[in-house]
């Protein structure tokens, strides 16, 4: 059976940048607050014109140089996002057009798991031989959805867009990846509005039904629970322990969930991989945005074993093994 492997990385962020003081100027919030709550300190906003597919585009371009490979090779596109620019056509098939791609397209929408869950869709079709190489995204503009009245939420999230080449392999690669949802957890964090369940009329758009509803509590609580248990189901998937860890790449929510986490498992804070003080939660994108970021600074060797982890909307819940292969940025 061939594995699949990654051999190119890349990220991208809006450039433009929301500020804790700027938020200090539009809702009742300090800097002090949001930092010791969360550990954020910014996060990078699309700009107007700007929507998903563009992040995840930029990202792409990214990777598929990093992976030096002819456009023609790329075979499936699978793309994690929880904030298409419509409701259709799917943003993978936007980004497709934008990228001059000619390889099937699609979404997959795991809230903040997503990229997990599109990992386990490009791994799948590698490993049974329907694909030789995959291009995997994950992007978000979770600013378009979040409720800038409300401090409870506008203060954690950002926008960017992360991508992997995959491509088959005679050596592991990804490893054992686990995943779960669970339904009845809905109500925690959605966005009630604007589907086929309540279409957006005046009163819900009062009401403010079409932006992001979280009970912040129960997410920290069910993160911290989950999160540990699907890392090392994913890890003896692998054939491995806690101990074989090089790097715990967390989805990027809240820092006192990634020290919660890390503590859990037993991984020495210096192993877990945050970039959160500079991008707030991107959702999809972050487990990709914080692997190029340990990338690029140089950090991972090949053998180096990466426990990415994620949670979000659904519930949904997962994580992904990854032996490092490659040598450098190309
Ligand atoms: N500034 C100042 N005060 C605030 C703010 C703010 N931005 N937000 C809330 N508060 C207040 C609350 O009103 C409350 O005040 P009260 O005690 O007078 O009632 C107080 O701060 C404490 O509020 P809590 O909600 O208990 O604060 P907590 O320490 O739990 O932190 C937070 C809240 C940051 C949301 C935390 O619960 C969290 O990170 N949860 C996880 C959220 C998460 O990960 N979501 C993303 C999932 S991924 C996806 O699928 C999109």
Redesign the pocket.
């Known amino acids: 059976m061939k594995h699949a492997a990654v051999i190119g990385i890349g990220s991208y962020l809006p450039a433009d940048v929301l500020t804790n003081a700027d938020?200090e100027r539009m809702?009742?919030?300090?800097d002090e607050?949001?930092t010791s709550?969360?550990g954020i300190r910014q996060r990078h906003v699309v700009a107007e014109g700007e929507a998903t597919s563009d992040l995840a585009a930029r990202a792409a371009e990214v990777a598929l140089a990093d992976a030096g490979i002819a456009r023609e090779k790329v075979d499936l596109l699978v793309l994690g996002t929880?904030t298409p620019d419509m409701l259709f056509p799917s943003t993978a098939c936007l980004t497709q057009a934008k990228l001059g791609l000619t390889c099937p397209a699609y979404d997959v929408n795991a809230?903040?798991?997503g990229f997990i869950f599109a990992l386990q869709h490009a791994a799948a079709a590698i490993e049974s031989g329907r694909a030789r190489t995959v291009l995997v995204l994950g992007a978000d503009a979770?600013t378009r959805v979040v409720d800038f009245t409300d401090?409870?939420?506008?203060?954690?999230?950002g926008d960017g867009a992360g991508a992997f080449v995959l491509a088959a392999s005679d050596e592991p690669g990804l490893m054992g990846i686990h995943l779960g949802s669970d339904g009845t957890g809905a109500d925690l964090?959605s966005i009630p509005a604007g589907g086929s369940a309540a279409p957006c009329t005046p009163e819900r758009l009062t009401a403010r039904d079409n932006f992001?509803k979280?009970n912040?509590?129960e997410?920290?609580k069910f993160?911290v629970r989950a999160i540990p248990k699907v890392a090392r189901q994913a890890l003896k998937e692998s054939g491995l322990t806690v101990d074989d860890v090089t790097w715990l790449v967390p989805?990027q929510?809240?820092q006192?969930?990634l020290d919660t986490i890390a503590d859990r498992l037993g991984v020495p804070h210096e192993r877990v991989v945050s970039i959160i003080e500079h991008t707030g939660?991107t959702?999809t994108a972050s487990i990709p945005l914080a692997m190029d970021a340990l990338y690029t600074a140089g950090k991972l060797a090949p053998g180096d074993v990466c426990a990415m982890v994620g949670?979000?909307?659904g519930l949904t819940w997962g994580a992904a093994v990854l032996r490092w292969t490659k040598k450098e940025r190309s």
């Not at 809702?27 to 300090?30: A, G, K, L, Q, R």
């Not at 401090?151 to 999230?157: A, P």
């Open positions: 938020l809702v009742d919030t300090s607050w949001i709550r969360t929880s809230a903040c798991t979770l401090r409870g939420t506008c203060v954690l999230f964090l992001l979280m912040g509590n997410v920290f993160a989805h929510a809240n006192r969930i939660n959702s949670f979000g909307a």
